[in-house]
């Protein structure tokens, strides 16, 4: 039955504070006008309070937080208001303005259907903050009818911040009516608080109720014919984009691994090019190595593998010479030497390991 209730309740908070936002900007601040406004200011560790009205504010006091219980914060909050009718005034949370972020989001003029949805969707690509870090409110700042854009006054405060004024006024034993910026114009002024909560208990919730009860009916009758296309073309066409996107991203993905597997190759190559001697420098460095009654046949470079091949009246003379020379190592016969009678020399054939050349 607790559920059941709670259930109730929240629904009808929610259905109230619908209404209450559909009703025409004129009557809203009509019914407004004549109400004092009770502004809680939350300033550091101390709430100031001051009593707003047609003839002007006066200051109230000021109340410390820390280190304060409930009862002696409800006690001081009471000599406060000593004199001052609750019951018909606005109770405003005022929060510090440099703690509130203010943005002006460009949008289709087709969200403002579901603007709040909308900005929740998107809070994460206009702040610095995911949707469910913040509380936030919005005002349209003006449209485009050529362009069909708007322009969206979004107001963004952490979540913690008015989970603590809350607790303050649970504190003193009232419920806010508005939690708003110290400083905010009061024409159209931004509210923190969830729309599922707004007006329960306030000053607002009962100055719209007789109001809400008439258009009740009326506006429940055309609710229900309301098309729903619309709505369901906007959320088509943000899963559409989030498709494309998502397509976009993991195409650039692959372009970027594509990119990076051939700037690796590309360096290996010229690594492996600038670490290698050209043929000319490795047959000139072999000329010098070799001694004048010794001479070449074949010079084969397969790699970084070298065969010399040729003639010499002493080859294992020849292995110590090449072995000498920085840019060849392990040098070798590749098969054993044989003695030539034709020139009377003897014929060898060696392998070595080419290296990489000094300072690559």
């Not at 929060?95 to 994460?124: G, I, K, Q, W």
């Not at 670490?275 to 084969?300: C, G, H, I, M, N």
Request: aromatic share 6%.
């Amino acid at each position: 039955m607790t559920t059941l209730r709670g259930l109730l309740s929240r629904f009808l908070a929610w259905w109230f504070a619908e209404l209450a936002s559909c009703l025409p900007a004129g009557l809203r601040i009509l019914l407004q006008r004549r109400r004092a406004i009770l502004a809680i200011a939350l300033v550091g560790d101390e709430a100031r309070l001051r009593l707003g009205k047609r003839e002007g504010w006066r200051e109230l006091g000021r109340i410390p937080l820390r280190p304060a219980g409930a009862g002696e914060l409800r006690r001081a909050f009471a000599g406060a208001l000593r004199g001052v009718p609750l019951g018909s005034a606005e109770i405003v949370v005022e929060l510090p303005a440099d703690r509130v972020l203010r943005r002006m989001v460009d949008l289709p003029t087709a969200a403002a259907e579901n603007l709040r949805e909308v900005l929740s969707f998107e809070m994460d690509r206009h702040t610095p903050f995911r949707a469910e870090e913040v509380a936030f409110d919005f005002r349209i700042a003006g449209s485009d009818p050529a362009t069909r854009r708007m322009a969206v006054d979004l107001a963004v405060v952490p979540a913690p911040l008015v989970e603590q004024a809350t607790a303050v006024t649970e504190a003193f034993g009232v419920k806010p009516d508005r939690i708003s910026v110290a400083g905010d114009p009061a024409a159209a002024p931004v509210n923190f608080l969830a729309p599922a909560v707004r007006n329960q208990g306030g000053v607002l919730g009962r100055r719209l109720s007789l109001v809400l009860g008439i258009v009740a009916a009326a506006l429940a009758i055309a609710a229900v014919y309301l098309p729903l296309h619309q709505e369901r073309q906007l959320l088509a066409s943000y899963e559409a984009r989030l498709a494309q996107s998502r397509a976009a991203a993991a195409d650039a993905d692959a372009l970027r691994k594509r990119v990076a597997a051939a700037l690796e190759r590309t360096r290996f190559l010229v690594e492996r090019r600038l670490s290698t001697p050209t043929t000319a420098a490795l047959f000139k460095e072999v000329t010098e190595r070799l001694p004048d009654d010794a001479w070449l046949t074949q010079l084969r470079l397969h790699g970084n593998q070298v065969t010399l091949s040729g003639f010499s009246p002493a080859a294992a003379s020849l292995i110590a010479g090449l072995e000498a020379s920085p840019l060849l190592a392990e040098v070798r016969f590749a098969s054993p030497v044989i003695a030539d009678p034709r020139v009377a020399l003897e014929r060898f054939n060696l392998s070595a390991v080419l290296t990489p050349a000094p300072g690559s």
